[in-house]
């Protein structure tokens, strides 16, 4: 009997993270029912309660199946138990390199769409470790696959590890998008009619991973909120902080945060903008998020995709436009990105962007969804038969980069 795990494993990661594998769980249990020979599915999670930012009772409630736990000692995660399955699938890509040649090892990407990166490689000197990569989003297949390319022919030092090598065949996988189990409900009305507030959300991307500090939106925060509130007196603004970047200790109810003075600007927000300004770090999931909100801004964030495909409402990517300038890889996702949502350079066409969401007629909203999942989503891809073939180890048709950093049926 073949043996798969699953592993939630993200600091902080909460419902958005763990939803991934939520969606690749009840595909496998689907092709489980009629397989023969049956394999054996098992999910795992640190024992921690608030290493995941939810604790696994809730997380078993969420994906409604029985959670493993993996011993820790202090932040670290034992994972020797699975090194006997011959599938795993992981939401967290700085695990791969710890596990045996042997295990096949799949990555779950984030989001469903490319992003504008720190790293050059795309991440591959942590990618480079999988055996399969699974991606909803033909832009950041091409950007991974590309990033893992230059990584191998560039010859890129890398530290010799026991367990597993870096210098192998890694498949790059299309798949349906996982977090978009389900669209967006098309309604008869205009989004804001008959609204007497509206909700703007600010949803950051992990300050550490975009290619400069001055991209993310903790650097503008505090122009951002006044001059939003200010010239819309009828919105309120949800400020999600990335996970990471800003929780509340379950045990001590502290909020926590590495961005400097961050959560005094909260309190003045709050204080100054009662019952305008509120802070989401709820734990639940970025589609909960979405829901609340009517627009969205953010830096490089996956999930502005995620929340056009939600709401079909095109997200307003705040990028200033020095940073434009100055930065060839955020150049680059501009490019890539600018005929499918909406890009605003500076406060002035922040407010200008704000105003044409909030005019979008229904028609020009599913225009740009449509635009957008005919541009770069794997629409047509059967989940179940691609884990089926990953299970038989039917990879013939897979796109992949070999160990010389050449890129084959891309």
Not at 129 to 134: G, M
Not at 184 to 196: L, R, S
Not at 236 to 260: A, V
Not at 366 to 381: P, S
Request: net charge positive.
């Amino acid at each position: 009997m073949k043996k798969i795990a699953l592993i939630n494993c993200v600091y902080k990661g909460g419902k958005t993270y763990l939803e991934y594998l939520k969606n690749i769980l009840a595909d496998l249990l689907k092709l489980e029912k009629s397989s023969l020979p049956q394999f054996q599915i098992d999910f795992f999670q640190p024992e921690d309660e608030n290493f995941c930012g939810i604790s696994i009772k809730d997380a078993e409630e969420y994906i409604q199946y029985e959670i493993n736990a993996l011993k820790m000692q202090g932040d670290r995660v034992f994972l020797d138990k699975l090194f006997e399955y011959d599938f795993v699938f992981l939401n967290n890509a700085n695990l791969l390199y710890i596990f045996p040649e042997k295990v096949c090892c799949i990555y779950a990407s984030h989001g469903n769409a490319a992003m504008p990166t720190r790293d050059k490689y795309a991440f591959a000197s942590i990618l480079s470790y999988a055996d399969i990569l699974l991606f909803g989003s033909l832009g950041c297949l091409n950007m991974t696959a590309n990033g893992i390319s230059m990584y191998r022919k560039n010859n890129i030092y890398h530290q010799n590890l026991k367990q597993r090598t870096y210098i192998r065949k890694t498949k790059i996988c299309p798949i349906f998008p996982l977090k978009q189990s389900k669209f967006f409900q098309a309604d008869n009305t205009k989004i804001f009619e008959n609204k007497a507030i509206y909700t703007i959300g600010i949803m950051p991307t992990h300050s550490e991973v975009l290619p400069t500090n001055k991209l993310s939106l903790y650097s503008s925060f505090n122009i951002l909120i006044n001059e939003i509130l200010r010239h819309f007196i009828n919105a309120k603004i949800i400020f999600r902080p990335y996970p990471m970047d800003y929780f509340i200790d379950e045990k001590t109810n502290i909020p926590s945060t590495g961005i400097p003075g961050l959560i005094d600007a909260f309190q003045r927000f709050k204080n100054t903008f009662p019952n305008r300004f509120f802070v989401d770090s709820s734990g639940n999931s970025s589609s909960e998020f979405f829901n609340q909100c009517d627009i969205l801004i953010t830096d490089g964030s996956t999930g502005g995709v995620s929340f056009l495909l939600n709401k079909a409402m095109p997200p307003i990517y705040y990028i200033p436009r020095n940073v434009v300038n100055t930065k060839i890889n955020v150049r680059n996702f501009v490019e890539l990105q600018k005929d499918k949502v909406l890009f605003a350079h500076s406060i002035k066409e922040l407010i200008k962007q704000i105003n044409y969401c909030i005019n979008l007629t229904k028609e020009q909203r599913i225009n740009y969804f449509n635009n957008y999942c005919e541009k770069d989503l794997f629409l047509d891809v059967d989940n179940k038969q691609v884990l089926q073939n990953i299970i038989n180890k039917n990879f013939d048709n897979f796109p992949y980069v070999d160990e010389k950093g050449n890129v084959f049926n891309i």
